[in-house]
């Protein structure tokens, strides 16, 4: 039986359509490098200091970034130290001292640690960060640097949020 011209085109048609497709991996690898050398260069611009929900910093021009040192917290109703609790707001304002000893003692546990360990023997090299809430009195935070000074921590750091009119001031200047 004899095919027909029509049947032959379509037989055509459908072996020239059904040719195995080929994926060009070679530019799509090179989409995915561009994209990992982009995401490794620019996440070395992230804050590393990330305060919590709860914790309200105040607002600063200042332009240097925070370096990775120890942190303590200072929220509306506690104290903490990389983090775990250690004293509360309330008992550290009704305090007649200067030095809040609870918070001496766990700065002194930081000593330890490799964040400090660098600067163990430069009594003037070893850094703290303190987050204070804007709503913290000043004479808590005033107890909270006293404490850090004792417990032999020389260079203190306020954390503060940056202002948005001064990053574009700076911005518009550069």
Excluded: W
Excluded at 30 to 44: E, G, Y
Excluded at 63 to 86: C, F, H, N
């Amino acid at each position: 039986m004899s095919t027909s011209t029509r049947a032959k085109r379509m037989a055509r048609h459908y072996a020239r359509n059904r040719k195995p497709t080929s994926l060009n991996l070679v530019s799509l690898m090179d989409i995915f490098t561009i994209l990992v050398f982009f995401l490794l260069v620019n996440s070395a611009e992230v804050q590393t200091l990330e305060p919590p929900k709860a914790l309200t910093l105040p607002e600063s021009v200042a332009l240097e970034k925070p370096r990775d040192t120890v942190v303590v917290m200072v929220t509306t109703e506690q104290v903490l130290v990389q983090g775990s609790p250690v004293v509360s707001v309330a008992d550290v304002d009704a305090a007649d001292g200067v030095i809040i000893t609870p918070l001496k003692v766990a700065l002194k546990a930081q000593t330890d640690r490799a964040l400090v360990r660098a600067a163990a023997a430069d009594l003037s090299a070893r850094e703290i960060t303190i987050l204070g809430d804007r709503d913290v009195p000043y004479r808590v935070l005033k107890k909270v640097m006293a404490t850090c000074t004792d417990a032999d921590y020389g260079q203190l750091s306020l954390a503060v949020l940056q202002k948005e009119e001064a990053m574009a001031a700076t911005a518009a200047g550069a």
